[in-house]
């Protein structure tokens, strides 16, 4: 399990769990789950182009998913967003399925793309998916508070020093970036479940936004892992366990938020009589 091959796969997956998990943070504060679901399918267009000319799937993931972000960006000013989003949608779609159909491994290739194949991550495709790693991570850190703010009080962010169009580019480039590392690994249907459910709990388990944003880095790489080596084990997709484990995670995060409610309001009456009897006394 970690040996040969397998050292890509937890090389490659570790580095696109991390940063879904720190650009996931953003993508559910921000309401932004639609457009994590659109420009997948972009990439999944680009990789199955890039499949059929033979050429780097990173490169033909990457270029599709610039294009979707482009798209949904420019085409937002001008209309309703989740109308853009879902025209962008089901363009990309069809294009992909084009693509698909003039392969000549139709139900491997589609099966990969679709549900993710992480023992084929090779060796030449880790050196650039790290430095898309630390492209997404420095875009974050730079886009850090203009994104917060923009999140919790957008009439705010018209003040600051990023106008709030440039952030949600760049929020929407980080998107991308993610996007192009996921898709390999955990597939087109499923590559935004590394974004969702577990910074989806981290916002229930932490109070403050950085600490909430490493603990979802650190829930999607406990995801990743678990799904890795549960693969390995069952031979069933990785995008299975994925999907599986970010459910759980989130329910869970649920869980001890309604918990916690629950011990507050219980403990504040309490609290309140105790303090009236000490003023009495």
């Known amino acids: 399990m970690f040996s040969g091959f397998m050292v890509n796969t937890w090389l490659g997956g570790s580095v696109m769990a991390?940063?879904?998990?720190l650009v996931g943070f953003f993508v559910v504060l921000r309401g932004s789950t639609f457009a994590a679901h659109a420009i997948p399918q972009g990439a999944f267009a680009g990789a199955a182009g890039a499949a059929l000319i033979g050429v780097n799937?990173?490169?033909?993931t990457g270029t599709f998913a610039l294009l979707g972000v482009a798209a949904i960006a420019l085409w937002s000013r001008h209309g309703r967003n989740d109308v853009v989003t879902a025209l962008v949608l089901v363009s990309l779609l069809g294009v992909g399925s084009l693509f698909l159909s003039l392969s000549t491994e139709y139900a491997q290739q589609a099966f990969s793309l679709l549900f993710g194949s992480p023992l084929a991550v090779s060796s030449s495709e880790l050196v650039p998916t790290a430095a898309l790693g630390a492209f997404c991570v420095a875009l974050l850190a730079a886009l850090y508070r203009p994104?917060?703010?923009g999140s919790v009080a957008p009439e705010l962010a018209?003040?600051?020093?990023?106008?709030?169009?440039?952030?949600e580019l760049g929020f929407l480039l980080a998107v991308g970036v993610a996007t192009t590392l996921a898709?390999?690994?955990v597939g087109a249907l499923l590559v935004f479940s590394l974004m969702i459910g577990p910074p989806a709990a981290a916002r229930q388990l932490a109070g403050r936004p950085s600490l909430a944003m490493g603990l979802s880095a650190a829930l999607a790489l406990v995801t990743a892992w678990v799904a890795i080596a549960a693969s390995y084990e069952t031979n069933w997709p990785v995008g299975f366990f994925v999907g599986t484990f970010s459910a759980v995670w989130y329910v869970a995060g649920r869980a001890w938020a309604a918990w916690s409610r629950r011990a507050r309001a219980s403990v504040g009456p309490r609290a309140r009589q105790k303090l009236a009897l000490g003023r009495a006394s």
């Open 183 to 185: 898709l390999p690994v």
């Open 18 to 21: 991390a940063v879904a998990g």
């Open 147 to 149: 994104l917060l703010l």
């Open 57 to 60: 799937t990173l490169v033909g």
């Open 158 to 167: 018209i003040t600051g020093p990023v106008p709030p169009a440039r952030a």
